[in-house]
């Protein structure tokens, strides 16, 4: 069966087993990502490691494989892996799902902000909805459950529908905007990443789906022997695993790079001159641009 993501973001789950007590505010029937980042201020990311795995957004589709306990194993086709050839595997919340619509609008945008406002609900960077129509009070939306909704027209951005683009300047700028948002190990949306989340959702608010994971993104993209703004670092973690990503942004010999850091408790996504240590575990530079 398929269904798709009826609130603005749900945590997507190794296992119904997976999540504790300090989890109750994002597996809650109307998750509050916000309360559930503060309750994570004290554990360093690691302790969600083998737990979460990514988030999915409002209205992207999930095949459903099998429910039980209140609890739905899926499939995230817009995530592509390696676990799974269908797409991105895990468990989620059943609440957090509603039967897919039919036909799909001609027409679609993204939310291009960090986040959004329609009606009584936040959505997130990212996700991607049917345009009803357009109004002077904004760009009016489909929303799960036949719901219409209606978004500023500084919040979103037409859907541009192709796998690559050539415009690196605008794909960096759009993810500059996460300069300064902590670190989330599984995160894929507006309110926390880790390091292939937000390379993830940063294409995708360009239209061009690449895998989830930094393990997959290094197969699927175009190697480059030098890498231009716009491009990605991969780097290993010493047992010659693909562990950490990052985006180019200039080409010269302090390499700079916008990324997701993991490490430390606190640890926020920054921009800056790559220090040795990493240097020395950088494996290649690739590309998901024209």
């Given at each position: 069966?398929?269904?798709?993501?009826?609130?603005?973001?749900?945590?997507?789950?190794?296992?119904?087993?997976?999540?504790?007590?300090?989890?109750?505010?994002?597996?809650?029937?109307?998750?509050?990502?916000?309360?559930?980042?503060?309750?994570?201020?004290?554990?360093?990311?690691?302790?969600?490691?083998?737990?979460?795995?990514?988030?999915?957004?409002?209205?992207?589709?999930?095949?459903?494989?099998?429910?039980?306990?209140?609890?739905?194993?899926?499939?995230?086709?817009?995530?592509?892996?390696?676990?799974?050839?269908?797409?991105?595997?895990?468990?989620?919340?059943?609440?957090?799902?509603?039967?897919?619509?039919?036909?799909?609008?001609?027409?679609?945008?993204?939310?291009?902000?960090?986040?959004?406002?329609?009606?009584?609900?936040?959505?997130?960077?990212?996700?991607?909805?049917?345009?009803?129509?357009?109004?002077?009070?904004?760009?009016?939306?489909?929303?799960?459950?036949?719901?219409?909704?209606?978004?500023?027209?500084?919040?979103?951005?037409?859907?541009?529908?192709?796998?690559?683009?050539?415009?690196?300047?605008?794909?960096?700028?759009?993810?500059?905007?996460?300069?300064?948002?902590?670190?989330?190990?599984?995160?894929?949306?507006?309110?926390?990443?880790?390091?292939?989340?937000?390379?993830?959702?940063?294409?995708?608010?360009?239209?061009?789906?690449?895998?989830?994971?930094?393990?997959d993104q290094i197969g699927a993209a175009s190697r480059t022997t030098t890498a231009?703004?716009?491009?990605?670092?991969?780097?290993?973690?010493?047992?010659?695993r693909i562990s950490h990503v990052g985006f180019a942004t200039k080409a010269d010999?302090?390499?700079?790079?916008?990324?997701?850091?993991?490490?430390?408790?606190?640890?926020?996504?920054?921009?800056?001159?790559?220090?040795?240590?990493?240097?020395?575990?950088?494996?290649?530079?690739?590309?998901?641009?024209?």
């Amino acid at each position: 069966m398929t269904a798709r993501i009826s609130v603005p973001v749900t945590t997507v789950w190794s296992s119904a087993d997976a999540p504790r007590p300090q989890d109750a505010a994002i597996i809650a029937t109307r998750p509050d990502p916000v309360a559930w980042n503060a309750a994570l201020l004290d554990a360093p990311p690691s302790a969600l490691h083998g737990r979460t795995v990514t988030q999915a957004l409002l209205g992207e589709p999930a095949h459903v494989r099998a429910e039980r306990d209140g609890w739905a194993e899926v499939i995230l086709p817009w995530q592509p892996s390696s676990a799974d050839p269908a797409g991105y595997p895990g468990w989620i919340p059943a609440a957090h799902l509603t039967d897919a619509e039919g036909a799909v609008s001609s027409s679609r945008v993204v939310v291009s902000v960090p986040a959004a406002d329609v009606g009584d609900a936040t959505l997130s960077y990212g996700t991607i909805l049917d345009v009803v129509d357009e109004t002077t009070d904004g760009v009016r939306v489909s929303l799960p459950g036949g719901r219409v909704g209606t978004l500023a027209e500084s919040a979103v951005a037409p859907l541009a529908g192709h796998r690559r683009m050539s415009d690196p300047e605008a794909l960096l700028d759009s993810a500059r905007q996460f300069v300064g948002l902590r670190y989330l190990w599984g995160g894929t949306s507006g309110w926390g990443m880790d390091c292939s989340g937000f390379v993830h959702l940063v294409h995708r608010r360009f239209g061009i789906t690449i895998p989830r994971d930094a393990s997959d993104q290094i197969g699927a993209a175009s190697r480059t022997t030098t890498a231009s703004p716009g491009d990605l670092y991969f780097f290993e973690n010493g047992n010659a695993r693909i562990s950490h990503v990052g985006f180019a942004t200039k080409a010269d010999d302090e390499l700079p790079m916008l990324h997701a850091p993991d490490g430390g408790r606190l640890q926020y996504i920054e921009e800056r001159p790559m220090e040795q240590s990493r240097r020395e575990r950088l494996v290649s530079s690739g590309s998901f641009l024209s």
